[in-house]
């Protein structure tokens, strides 16, 4: 394609001929910048370069020198002009052009001796910025590019290829990329030691300390704080005593369950305490507390006043149980070191089949039983590493169905009566007096943080003193239920300090009786949750109730229409008909049962199912003379049902 030089043209004139769709478009681009920052004057030079062939051609522009524009985004050729004309020095042997908008590097060793570096130059309107995300380190730069005598004020970040961040204008170019790079290292300078560190997120951050001498610090990040940016907000409130004893006395009276209230200010105060467990290497309270009591009571109204209490955006505070796995995991994430709602623990539609709420519900306990979340797929296809999770979940709904009972065992169950709640003016005093909340909770984190090098020293001891009570109280076969108990009893041992220091009434040694009270409670819902158990009881109702048709010998029931027989020792039962009562009993009372491998297994350990096969079913041999005529059937240890005919 060969350029032809045009005459005559006026402001509203493209000059192009015979050129691409591209070429077009670009040259219009350009055109109407040039007529933005100015108006039409003498006709001037400038060239337009295509490969090979450059022609002339005119068009309307500043009085400026002759300068060269690249429609094709293409480099431009070198320019010979006089030194005199680089008027504005920026660093050693960099230049700045005012005229013709150039940058350039004067190499006094070099034959060629002015080199063009870019058609801009940048501005560092601040002290860059290290930004910190789920422990992702960025530097954002506040940069003024000067392009014609226009600016333009972008944020980049400086770890990035410089050309990457300025796609969004065509008419920047880097004709020398060593050399540009070279400019940029004078501009940013060491910006390790003049860095304003900014933090995205909140929650428990370690400041490391460079002289070994003194121990780490560690922050709780929040929004109240200069340079972080978080949907966390603390309280300094100069009367926090008078807001802490306020607002302990109304949260006491809000239910006739005093115990129950107890469980759930420790269990708050636990979330964040949390952080010093994990790097104190403390197993801890590891449980998802779920709140269940009758529609209407109260429940969640009294939960949100505490879930609420430190959010910027109170809504914050809640997830939605609709919504999916991976938004549910993100949710949980980004809400470490706090309390967090999750509202009506069922899934919308059918309560008890909805599979999809089981799925998510064990799914939720095991990211607070497991204190991680799964790794998720990266941008290039990779599996990203598990995430570290602590913190704390309330969860509110009318009943418990965890499907599993390694889901029950991540639970701490409290079930709140009809009327138990108080809807009066205790209630409504501390929903229309949030800051009370907030005071209270902020002044607790502040006492943690001041008190921090204590607690690291103090908090091992004291919680294996009361593991050991645990274990020496508790007979059972759960260890996540002694270090549950023992961390609800370390965090009553610190809160008792706490309110010493803030001249609150406490009595530390009674609500340390009310816990262990609670907690063979807690006990005894985990043995009644049990599958074993659940699959006893439900035997048992469908014998006393006369659901399973038995015989009293097997005589009777090869000649009759029987669903089992029984013997001097063991208890039959046709293995369909025993199924059968099962899922009918535990759906009437919102169980999670499945007759599984591990459930068969663990009945065979516990010598109440007889197997000597892998299906731990046996073929009936006998010709019976009603059908089903071979049935498959359970052999069970009789003296485990107390059945007697």
Same mark, same amino acid.
């Given at each position: 394609m060969v350029w032809e030089k045009l005459k005559q043209i006026k402001s509203s004139t493209i000059p192009i001929d015979e050129a691409s769709n591209e070429e077009v478009s670009q040259n219009m681009k350009y055109l109407l910048k040039l007529r933005q920052c100015s108006n039409p004057l003498n006709p001037t030079k400038i060239h337009f370069k295509n490969v090979q062939h450059v022609q002339e051609a005119s068009i309307c522009s500043p009085d400026y020198n002759d300068y060269t524009i690249n429609i094709n985004e293409r480099k431009p050729e070198n320019i010979n002009i006089n030194s005199n004309c680089l008027n504005s020095?920026?660093?050693? +042997?960099? #230049? @700045?052009?005012?005229?013709?908008?150039?940058?350039?590097? *004067?190499?006094?060793?070099?034959?060629?001796?002015?080199?063009?570096?870019?058609?801009?130059?940048?501005?560092?309107?601040?002290?860059?910025?290290? =930004?910190? /995300?789920n422990g992702t380190k960025k530097y954002l730069a506040n940069i003024t590019i000067l392009h014609r005598q226009k600016e333009y004020p972008i944020n980049v970040d400086i770890t990035r290829e410089f050309i990457s961040e300025i796609r969004l204008f065509p008419e920047f170019y880097i004709k020398d990329?060593?050399?540009?790079?070279?400019?940029?290292?004078? /501009? #940013?300078?060491? #910006?390790?030691?003049?860095?304003?560190?900014? %933090?995205?997120?909140?929650? @428990? %951050?370690?400041i490391k300390k460079n002289d070994i001498e003194q121990p780490s610090l560690s922050l709780y990040l929040n929004n109240s704080m200069s340079n972080v940016k978080a949907p =966390?907000?603390?309280?300094?409130?100069?009367?926090?005593?008078?807001?802490?004893?306020?607002? !302990?006395?109304?949260?006491?009276?809000?239910?006739?369950?005093?115990?129950?209230?107890?469980?759930?200010? !420790? %269990?708050?105060?636990?979330?964040y305490f949390a952080y010093f467990y994990e790097i104190n290497s403390i197993y801890g309270l590891r449980s /998802?507390?779920?709140?269940?009591?009758?529609?209407?009571? +109260?429940?969640?109204? !009294?939960?949100?006043?505490l879930a609420k209490a430190l959010y910027v955006n109170p809504e914050d505070s809640i997830l939605r149980f609709d919504d999916t796995i991976a938004s549910l995991e993100e949710g949980l994430f980004n809400r470490r070191d706090v309390l967090t709602l999750i509202d009506d623990f069922y899934a919308q539609g059918n309560k008890f089949d909805d599979q999809a709420f089981k799925t998510k519900a064990s799914m939720i306990t095991r990211i607070i039983g497991d204190g991680r979340i799964k790794g998720k797929m990266g941008a290039d296809r990779k599996l990203l590493p598990d995430r570290k999770y602590r913190g704390g979940i309330i969860a509110t709904g009318e009943f418990i169905d965890l499907n599993t009972h390694s889901s029950y065992l991540r639970c701490w169950h409290l079930n709140f009566e009809a009327n138990s709640i108080k809807l009066d003016d205790n209630l409504s005093q501390l929903q229309q007096s949030p800051q009370l909340a907030k005071s209270f909770f902020s002044a607790w984190i502040y006492w943690i943080q001041r008190n921090q090098n204590i607690i690291n020293k103090e908090l091992f001891d004291v919680n294996s003193r009361f593991l050991n009570e645990c274990k020496m109280n508790f007979n059972e076969p759960y260890p996540r239920f002694c270090s549950n108990v023992a961390a609800f009893l370390s965090i009553n041992h610190f809160f008792a300090k706490f309110c010493s220091n803030f001249k609150l009434t406490y009595n530390e040694e009674e609500n340390h009786r009310l816990i262990i009270n609670e907690a063979f409670e807690q006990l005894e819902m985990l043995h009644e949750y049990s599958p074993t &158990? =659940?699959?006893?009881?439900? *035997?048992?109702?469908?014998?006393?109730?006369?659901?399973?048709? *038995?015989?009293?010998?097997?005589?009777?029931?090869?000649?009759?229409?029987?669903?089992g027989f029984t013997d001097e020792q063991y208890l039959i039962i046709i293995s369909s008909k025993l199924e059968d009562i099962i899922e009918r009993y535990i759906s009437k009372r919102s169980? +999670?049962?499945?007759?599984? /491998?591990?459930?068969?297994?663990?009945?065979?350990?516990?010598n109440i199912l007889v197997s000597t096969s892998n299906d731990f079913t046996?073929? %009936?041999t006998k010709n019976r003379q009603v059908s089903p005529k071979?049935?498959?059937?359970?052999?069970?240890?009789? &003296?485990?049902?107390c059945y007697e005919l």
């Amino acid at each position: 394609m060969v350029w032809e030089k045009l005459k005559q043209i006026k402001s509203s004139t493209i000059p192009i001929d015979e050129a691409s769709n591209e070429e077009v478009s670009q040259n219009m681009k350009y055109l109407l910048k040039l007529r933005q920052c100015s108006n039409p004057l003498n006709p001037t030079k400038i060239h337009f370069k295509n490969v090979q062939h450059v022609q002339e051609a005119s068009i309307c522009s500043p009085d400026y020198n002759d300068y060269t524009i690249n429609i094709n985004e293409r480099k431009p050729e070198n320019i010979n002009i006089n030194s005199n004309c680089l008027n504005s020095p920026c660093f050693s +042997g960099f #230049y @700045w052009n005012e005229q013709n908008s150039t940058l350039y590097f *004067i190499d006094t060793n070099s034959d060629d001796k002015e080199k063009v570096v870019a058609n801009f130059k940048c501005e560092l309107n601040q002290r860059i910025i290290e =930004i910190e /995300l789920n422990g992702t380190k960025k530097y954002l730069a506040n940069i003024t590019i000067l392009h014609r005598q226009k600016e333009y004020p972008i944020n980049v970040d400086i770890t990035r290829e410089f050309i990457s961040e300025i796609r969004l204008f065509p008419e920047f170019y880097i004709k020398d990329n060593n050399k540009f790079k070279e400019y940029l290292s004078n /501009l #940013y300078g060491n #910006y390790a030691k003049d860095t304003f560190i900014q %933090y995205n997120f909140s929650g @428990w %951050y370690t400041i490391k300390k460079n002289d070994i001498e003194q121990p780490s610090l560690s922050l709780y990040l929040n929004n109240s704080m200069s340079n972080v940016k978080a949907p =966390i907000a603390l309280l300094k409130d100069k009367d926090c005593v008078n807001s802490c004893c306020k607002f !302990l006395a109304l949260f006491f009276k809000t239910s006739t369950n005093y115990s129950h209230l107890l469980m759930i200010l !420790l %269990y708050s105060l636990y979330c964040y305490f949390a952080y010093f467990y994990e790097i104190n290497s403390i197993y801890g309270l590891r449980s /998802l507390l779920y709140i269940s009591a009758p529609t209407g009571t +109260g429940k969640t109204s !009294l939960i949100k006043i505490l879930a609420k209490a430190l959010y910027v955006n109170p809504e914050d505070s809640i997830l939605r149980f609709d919504d999916t796995i991976a938004s549910l995991e993100e949710g949980l994430f980004n809400r470490r070191d706090v309390l967090t709602l999750i509202d009506d623990f069922y899934a919308q539609g059918n309560k008890f089949d909805d599979q999809a709420f089981k799925t998510k519900a064990s799914m939720i306990t095991r990211i607070i039983g497991d204190g991680r979340i799964k790794g998720k797929m990266g941008a290039d296809r990779k599996l990203l590493p598990d995430r570290k999770y602590r913190g704390g979940i309330i969860a509110t709904g009318e009943f418990i169905d965890l499907n599993t009972h390694s889901s029950y065992l991540r639970c701490w169950h409290l079930n709140f009566e009809a009327n138990s709640i108080k809807l009066d003016d205790n209630l409504s005093q501390l929903q229309q007096s949030p800051q009370l909340a907030k005071s209270f909770f902020s002044a607790w984190i502040y006492w943690i943080q001041r008190n921090q090098n204590i607690i690291n020293k103090e908090l091992f001891d004291v919680n294996s003193r009361f593991l050991n009570e645990c274990k020496m109280n508790f007979n059972e076969p759960y260890p996540r239920f002694c270090s549950n108990v023992a961390a609800f009893l370390s965090i009553n041992h610190f809160f008792a300090k706490f309110c010493s220091n803030f001249k609150l009434t406490y009595n530390e040694e009674e609500n340390h009786r009310l816990i262990i009270n609670e907690a063979f409670e807690q006990l005894e819902m985990l043995h009644e949750y049990s599958p074993t &158990e =659940i699959f006893i009881k439900a *035997i048992k109702n469908a014998l006393d109730n006369d659901y399973l048709n *038995i015989a009293t010998n097997e005589e009777n029931f090869i000649k009759r229409s029987y669903d089992g027989f029984t013997d001097e020792q063991y208890l039959i039962i046709i293995s369909s008909k025993l199924e059968d009562i099962i899922e009918r009993y535990i759906s009437k009372r919102s169980y +999670g049962l499945k007759i599984n /491998l591990a459930l068969k297994t663990e009945l065979v350990q516990k010598n109440i199912l007889v197997s000597t096969s892998n299906d731990f079913t046996s073929k %009936y041999t006998k010709n019976r003379q009603v059908s089903p005529k071979r049935p498959r059937v359970y052999k069970f240890r009789k &003296e485990v049902f107390c059945y007697e005919l």
